[in-house]
């Protein structure tokens, strides 16, 4: 039986993959968006807690999620899609497909750098193309250029808009529910840390278990 804390309504908000900014993704998100925070720490070796909270709603083209992040270190040096942004200060949103039982990863990096693929598991993956990644919208409150800072509390957010047709979503006739969790991370961050929205039951840091994700239901 799934927990409470394992399940979100997300509200439909028309128009929403058609914001200008994130300060617009951002009051349309606001409005009537479902929020939620990463407050699962599942692995007691990794005890940094950085302040994540986002806030997500889906329209007919697809589905959207903004996160709010404060912490004591920022790093972006993945400069280029498809590389390795989760060594970054970085907020990712894993979502099963309906249909074939892979899932997709959308991880996104403080400064709008993003990888995404479709996946049977960690090492069986296809990576989407330059064509397929310029059609997911992406928001930051930083500039897009390379940083590293340790042990100074900084505030930044970033978001996405990830349209249904990249993750085998009809979005005129939807599914009532999606499987997903939502992360956030930073491997090689001065206090590395693995936060999620639905715990995570293995021995060691692992975010590629679909069979831990948590229920989403699509609000008509």
């Given amino acids: 039986m799934e927990n409470m804390m394992d399940i979100m309504r997300i509200p439909r908000i028309e128009g929403l993959g058609n914001c200008n900014g994130i300060e617009e993704f951002r009051t349309a998100l606001d409005a009537v968006g479902v929020k939620g925070s990463l407050e699962c720490l599942n692995w007691a070796e990794w005890p940094e807690k950085p302040s994540c909270k986002f806030s997500m709603g889906w329209c007919r083209e ?36 309906p249909e074939d039982g892979t899932y997709y990863n959308f991880e996104l990096n403080c400064i709008g750098t993003l990888l995404a693929a479709k996946r049977k598991s960690r090492s069986d993956c296809r990576h989407l193309d330059p064509s397929a990644l310029s059609k997911v919208l992406r928001f930051s409150t930083l500039p897009r250029e390379a940083v590293e800072i340790a042990d100074e509390e900084r505030k930044w957010s970033n978001g996405m808009f990830i349209p249904f047709s990249l993750i085998g979503i009809d979005g005129c006739n939807p599914p009532e529910t999606l499987r997903l969790n939502i992360y956030k991370c930073g491997d090689r961050t001065a206090h590395p840390h693995f936060l999620s929205w639905a715990p995570i039951h293995t021995e060691k840091p692992d975010f590629h278990r679909p069979e831990f994700f948590g229920i989403a239901v699509l609000e008509k």
């Fill in 62 to 97: 697809g589905i959207g999620i903004l996160f709010d992040v404060e912490g004591r270190d920022l790093r972006a040096q993945a400069l280029e899609d498809n590389g390795s942004v989760w060594e970054d200060s970085c907020c990712e949103l894993f979502i099963s497909d």
